[in-house]
C-alpha cells in the first residue's frame, strides 16, 4: 500500500535507518509495516495518508512516535 511506502520513505529521509545495519533493513523493513498495523499511532498515520493522499501534522507526529516506539523494539530484539 501506497501509506506503507510514505511511511518507510519517511524514516529513510529522516534517517531512522541511519542506526540500522544494512543487512537489517529488509527485517526492519517486514516488521514495520506489521507493527504500523497493530499500533495505534501507526494505525492512525496510516488512516490519515490512505484517506487523504497526504501526510498532515497529525499524520507526521504519528508515524515519528510509531517509528521511534518500533525502532527502540527492534534495537532491543538485535
Known amino acids: 500500500p501506497v501509506e506503507k511506502q510514505v511511511a518507510i520513505l519517511y524514516a529513510v529521509i529522516n534517517d531512522y535507518l541511519g542506526r540500522i545495519e544494512v543487512t537489517e533493513i529488509h527485517d526492519f523493513e517486514e516488521g514495520f509495516y506489521q ?22 501534522q497529525k499524520a507526521e507526529q504519528n508515524l515519528k512516535e510509531a517509528l521511534e516506539e518500533y525502532l527502540e523494539i527492534f534495537q532491543k530484539t538485535r
Not at 35 to 56: E, V
Open 35 to 56: 507493527f504500523l498495523d497493530t499500533n495505534a499511532a501507526g494505525l492512525a498515520a496510516m488512516q490519515s495518508i490512505r484517506s487523504t493522499g497526504a501526510m498532515d
